[in-house]
């Protein structure tokens, strides 16, 4: 069975401070890939990255980036000195090559809230 | 490029009715995929539609059902609502290519639906 965990159920911080937002999964595929989207309060989700599993290279975007390591199973997503419009909630997400559903299966998502 | 559109946005029904909902993918997008948005069970996927076919399923009772049309857009109806479909419901797309297992899913606005 495919899990994915976020721990953090909020976070607030005060605007341009950095902020980590942590993700364990669980699978027991070799090929996988994990996503991470960002949900405004419009409510559409937003994608932001996706991983093989081969690929364990960190990935940087501006003031986001991204720490995969298979060695936890985490795929941790940092934002560098925040900012208001990064106030969101964060889903973590995996899909896995296995045969079945192959669908994303979601964690329960971190409330970012950035305070001015 | 025009983005995933979902009609209508909002939506009222009371128990016992049925619903259909609409999805449009972004343009040259094959698959469809439907999620449920709840509090309490987080994201959870409904199902996915490829070529006019139900390729996968998540862990729905019968009476949520869907169809794709050959332009690829797709409908989700729910039969005999109760209250525990108030939900919203998100419908992704991504291009599905051949072996395309693992791409990016883009999703809607979502649909809100509330059973009253």
């Known amino acids: 069975a495919q899990k994915v965990t976020q721990a953090q159920t909020e976070i607030s911080v005060v605007e341009k401070e950095d902020v980590t937002l942590d993700c364990v999964y669980e699978?027991?595929?070799?090929?996988?890939?994990l996503f991470w989207y960002k949900q405004p309060p419009s409510g559409e989700l937003v994608f932001l990255i996706r991983?093989?599993?081969?690929?364990?290279q960190n990935e940087i975007s501006g003031r986001y980036s991204w720490n995969f390591q298979k060695s936890t199973s985490s795929f941790n997503f940092t934002i560098t000195a925040s900012q208001v419009v990064d106030s969101a909630v964060y889903f973590c997400?995996?899909?896995?090559?296995?045969?079945?559903?192959?669908?994303?299966?979601f964690g329960k998502g971190t409330h970012l809230i950035i305070q001015p | 490029k025009a983005g995933v559109t979902q009609t209508p946005r909002y939506l009222i029904k009371t128990r016992g009715q049925q619903v259909t909902l609409s999805c449009s993918p972004i343009?040259?997008?094959?698959?469809v995929s439907w999620y449920q948005q709840t509090p309490g069970q987080g994201l959870q996927f409904l199902f996915e539609?490829?070529?006019?076919?139900?390729?996968n399923k998540g862990n729905f009772p019968g009476r949520f059902s869907g169809r794709q049309f050959s332009n690829s857009r797709s409908e989700m109806n729910v039969s005999t609502l109760e209250l525990g479909d108030s939900a919203l419901y998100l419908c992704?797309?991504?291009?599905?290519?051949?072996?395309?297992?693992?791409?990016?899913?883009?999703f809607g606005p979502g649909t809100r639906l509330t059973v009253l």
């Open positions: 992704a797309s991504s291009r599905r290519t051949s072996g395309g297992i693992g791409d990016t899913q883009y």
């Open positions: 343009s040259g997008h094959r698959s």
């Open positions: 997400a995996l899909m896995y090559s296995g045969g079945g559903a192959d669908g994303l299966t």
């Open positions: 539609y490829f070529s006019e076919t139900q390729r």
């Open positions: 991983r093989n599993s081969f690929d364990e």
């Open positions: 699978t027991r595929d070799t090929t996988y890939y």
